[in-house]
């Protein structure tokens, strides 16, 4: 289970990400473009943007956790998670391939290049 604040720092954990404010919620964007909010539609929730196909796998591994969003955001992979119901675990990877969606390419691949050298270097 997770709070708003482990949804925050997690959410921050990614490169050049940064917190604004949408609707009068948080929310956190890579390179302009928002991959999560949190505090929507109520302080138990946040909000990831995926691709279809992640979305379909989030519910199908994680029913009680993740949720589409109503209409045309939720057909487009827009999908809620209830921090009461996931763990920090499967939130990371949710909010991980949020920001790879939305982050620049180049920026995605220096990251994903730094995570692999971390991985080596703890062998």
């Known amino acids: 289970m997770v709070n708003a604040d482990s949804f925050r720092r997690i959410a921050l954990s990614f490169p050049e990400t940064t917190e604004s404010a949408h ?14 909010t949190l505090g929507f539609p109520d ?22 956790a993740f949720h589409p969003s109503s209409g045309a955001w939720g057909r487009q992979g827009s999908t809620k998670v209830l921090l009461s119901g996931v763990d920090k675990a499967t939130l990371n990877r949710a909010l991980r391939m949020a920001w790879q969606n939305r982050a620049p390419r180049k920026l995605v691949q220096r990251f994903e290049d730094a995570t692999r050298k971390a991985r080596r270097a703890r062998r």
């Open 43 to 64: 302080q138990a929730w946040g909000m990831v943007r995926l691709t279809p196909e992640e979305q379909d796998n989030v519910l199908r591994e994680h029913p009680d």
């Open 23 to 36: 609707m009068n919620h948080p929310d956190f964007r890579v390179s302009g473009k928002v991959f999560a």
